[in-house]
């Protein structure tokens, strides 16, 4: 069973590299070097994707159980 502080943990996980994603696509539009977008593309979204399918995951299968 998975308990309330385990599915907040997961989100705040999941928050966390959203966040990071966006500072290092943030900092990728301020650097303009032809290497900066491999950063902005692979890093950066990487970090988003990650973070927004652990986000969703976190949702869908949240595995808690009923209440009776």
Do not use: D, H
């Amino acid at each position: 069973m998975l308990s309330v502080n385990q599915l907040e943990k997961r989100r705040q996980v999941a928050g966390i590299l959203i966040v990071l994603g966006l500072v290092i696509e943030a900092l990728c539009l301020i650097w303009a070097t032809p290497i900066a977008f491999v950063i902005f593309v692979a890093i950066g979204g990487l970090l988003m994707f990650i973070g927004i399918v652990l986000f969703l995951y976190s949702l869908v299968f949240n595995l808690e159980a009923p209440e009776r």
